[in-house]
T-cell receptor
């Protein structure tokens, strides 16, 4: 049981390049999330998916797209990377609120992205 | 929109002593969850403790306990018998029990343990 996995762990891009961050969970969770963490700002939600086939914008969605490929996988794409997207990216998953579970989100190990 | 405030960017405590980290939040809702997450240098986010707003009893997990004051919208974390492994960033987070399921995080408190 690996929990939430993310690839890659580190990435360096040049301005204008594109890339996709991959996330998968093996806990059969319905809800998945992408956050970014910047110094002094905590974690901020980029996009989330309440169930397979649905996605919604979070607090800072500009410059990103997401795909909920199936129940297990939720990818984050940067179409044209900018230096302002230099950050640590976390994927998370949780049971739906309606399941009666405790609301905990389980996090992946993060991806450190640098855009030059 | 909900906001979470951690007013202590850094704290330090002697090993084996007790330390309290502060968190306040703003919401108009009555049913929600509050969490403390720990982020050690490995970067992994680890749940420390959770509190459901409709439960009056303060949550406790071994050496970690909270002081939940719903009317004051305060949710502090007390770490007893501090250990070197407790050194980390600690984030307070809020989650509504309706609609949008996202976590709203505070800016974190960096805790240093002095041997």
């Amino acid at each position: 049981n690996a929990g939430v996995t993310q690839t890659p762990k580190f990435q360096v891009l040049k301005t204008g390049q594109s890339m996709t961050l991959q996330c998968a969970q093996d806990m059969n969770h319905n809800s998945m999330y992408w956050y970014r963490q910047d110094p002094g700002m905590g974690l901020r939600l980029i996009y989330y998916s309440a169930s397979e086939g649905t996605t919604d914008k979070g607090e800072v969605p500009n410059g990103y797209n997401v795909s909920r490929l199936n129940k297990r996988e939720f990818s984050l794409r940067l179409e044209s990377a900018a230096p302002s997207q230099t950050s640590v990216y976390f994927c998370a998953s949780s049971e739906s609120l309606t399941s009666g579970a405790g609301g905990e989100q389980f996090f992946g190990p993060g991806t450190r992205l640098t855009v030059l | 929109a909900q906001t979470v405030t951690q007013s202590q960017p850094e704290m330090s405590v002697q090993e084996a002593e007790t330390v309290t980290l502060s968190c306040t939040y703003d919401t108009s809702e009555s049913d929600y969850y509050l969490f403390w997450y720990k982020q050690p240098p490995s970067r992994q986010m680890i749940l420390v403790i959770r509190q459901e707003a409709y439960k009056q009893q303060n949550a406790t997990e071994n050496r970690f306990s909270v002081n939940f004051q719903k009317a004051a919208k305060s949710f502090s974390l007390k770490i007893s018998d501090s250990q070197l492994g407790d050194a980390a960033m600690y984030f307070c987070a809020y989650r509504t029990n309706f609609g949008n399921e996202k976590l709203t995080f505070g800016t974190g408190t960096r805790l240093t343990i002095i041997p």
